[in-house]
């Protein structure tokens, strides 16, 4: 076969793979607004569940959902961006720094279900939270650790050398070229992959299993030693554990979760676009 | 005369294990315009980042002997090194504005000593502008993006930058690289006003340029000062052989 052959097939099939990529997003988000747009209703965002859940709406899974997304926040990104500083303006090239990114590498890797049964040993019972939104937002603030540091200390690094060695050479304090002029030019970076875990988070549903998930409380909590509904245990438990549950509410539930976390990885992308644009070099 | 600057039997060794310098001496006089030639990668930009220290940022970068600077070594663990980089203060050979405006990057580092002041930050910017002759190109333009300079003028914002911080000694790292030649000669006129109040140690950009500015030279190579003299000594009449065979352009 000529060779300009071979290449318009090879480059054929690379583009046509490449579009597959997107298929099952547009599968999965047009199927759930099919059989799910019918159930959005102002009721079915701002009710509690009634009925057995199988009538009324989403509310206190809603707030929930957001308050253990800010409770995560609180949790992982004074802990996250710290270590990033550590790690990428700090940290020697030694064996503690080398034991703390395998001890990252490994946080990344381990299970969702894992990080809820830690949770319930470590926060729940040892450190005596009980099922709280507290020891939940601790469990999904772990869970997020990983991937912060490693987002942050990436923009952290990607600031450049120069401006380091400028700032330096000026006089001022490591600290203070830290802070004026790596943080402001790493915090798109760094915010981009703070909604990005946190959207994360958000959708997760082993780790507050057994941390902070109500099955059914219709109430909305008072402290963060409340227990909380979430909106994907409620999706779970809805769709098995709930007999002669309309599907209609199944699916608008989804769509609802799906809709939160895609808003903030929208916001995280637009902002990125924005901050990336104002770059000046 | 008691040296500004007195390099004394100095070494420096990179992890890698590269020796760049091999047991200096130096004397630099006050307000002298003092050259560091030599062909590439003979230890004369390590040198100079030694002198303000920023050789520190070399990470198990090891030294030996040591600089004082006004009879003061400034190795000592009770050294200000940050201080010492506002009285010893570097030009890159890459001009290299921080982000902001022309005016943050003159007050920079005025303001990270802690000085708030406006009327003295004011000042401090005209006075440096001026110095560094960018005044009349700069002074309508103190709230622009030092980004949107031209490369000439970027080179000469870095220096009025150091200039704002009222050092004592410039260290002039090849400050005309990249630049055009009028750029080039507006920043080689400058010199002549800045050594009648700082000493100026500078690495040329070439070997013509040594002979245009410097009052005195050391010819530097593998690391080690060949030779020391007055311009035209090292020029008219070197006593040694590498020196006239560099400056004549046999090799570098």
């Given amino acids: ?80 961006i710290g270590a990033a500083i550590y790690l990428s303006e700090y940290a020697g090239n030694n064996r503690l720094t080398r034991t703390i990114r ?66 330096l050479s000026l006089g001022a304090t490591r600290w203070q070229t830290i802070r004026h002029q790596v943080l402001p030019h790493a915090l798109p970076g760094i915010i981009t992959g703070i909604i990005l875990g946190l959207s994360r988070a958000a959708g997760e549903t082993a780790p507050i299993l057994f ?43 989804a769509l609802v979760l799906l809709l939160i976390v895609l808003s903030l990885t929208l916001v995280a992308t637009v902002f990125r676009t924005i901050m990336r644009r104002r770059r000046e070099w | 005369m008691t040296a500004k600057l007195s390099i004394q039997n100095l070494s420096f060794t990179y992890p890698d294990g590269i020796r760049a310098l091999n047991g200096v001496n130096l004397d630099i006089k006050p307000r002298e315009l003092f050259v560091l030639m030599g062909p590439s990668r003979s230890g004369k930009s390590t040198l100079l980042r030694l002198m303000n220290r920023l050789s520190d940022l070399v990470d198990g970068g090891q030294r030996e002997g040591t600089i004082l600077v006004d009879g003061q070594d400034i190795f000592t663990p009770e050294t200000d090194v940050f201080a010492l980089r506002r009285r010893i203060s570097m030009v890159f050979a890459i001009p290299t504005p921080l982000p ?8 920079y580092g005025l303001k990270m000593a802690g000085l708030r002041d406006r009327a003295t930050l004011d000042e401090r910017v005209e006075r440096s502008l001026h110095q560094a002759a960018l005044w009349d190109e700069g002074k309508d333009r103190l709230g622009d993006s030092a980004f949107a300079l031209s490369g000439g003028q970027k080179q000469r914002l870095c220096l009025a930058r150091s200039l704002a911080l009222e050092p004592e000694v410039i260290l002039l790292d090849n400050p005309t690289s990249g630049l055009d030649p009028i750029s080039t000669s507006l920043v080689e006129a400058s010199l002549f006003e800045l050594k009648q109040q700082y000493t100026v140690v500078m690495v040329p950009h070439s070997v013509q340029q040594a002979a245009r500015v410097a009052d005195r030279i050391a010819f ?31 090799f570098g």
């Fill in chain 1, 1 to 80: 076969m000529p060779r300009q052959q071979t290449q318009k097939i090879a480059m054929t099939v690379i583009t046509a793979v490449a579009f597959l990529v997107i298929l099952p997003i547009i599968f999965v988000i047009g199927f759930l607004i099919y059989n799910g747009i019918g159930a959005l209703s102002w009721e079915f965002l701002s009710q509690p569940p009634r009925n057995g859940m199988t009538e009324g709406g989403l509310l206190p899974a809603i707030l929930g959902t957001i308050f253990l997304t800010l409770g995560t926040a609180v949790a992982a990104i004074p802990l996250g």
């Fill in chain 1, 102 to 167: 395998l001890a990252i590498v490994n946080l990344a890797g381990i299970p969702s279900i894992v990080y809820g049964l830690f949770g319930l040993g470590a926060f729940v019972l040892f450190l005596n939270f009980g099922t709280s939104i507290l020891a939940g937002s601790l469990t999904l603030g772990l869970m997020t650790l990983p991937v912060l540091i490693s987002t942050a200390e990436e923009a952290i690094r990607s600031v450049p050398a120069d401006f380091r060695t400028v700032s």
């Fill in chain 1, 211 to 253: 941390t902070v998930a109500a099955f059914y409380l219709p109430e909305l909590p008072n402290s963060v030693f409340d227990q909380a509904m979430a909106l994907p245990y409620h999706l779970f438990v809805i769709s098995t554990q709930v007999p002669g549950m309309p599907l209609q509410i199944q699916y608008g539930t």
């Fill in chain 2, 100 to 107: 902001g405006t022309i005016y943050d990057n003159l007050t």
């Fill in chain 2, 220 to 250: 530097v190579l593998d690391g080690q000062v060949i030779e020391v003299g007055g311009n035209s000594q090292i020029f008219v009449n070197p006593t040694d052989k590498r020196t006239e065979d560099y400056v004549t352009g046999r």
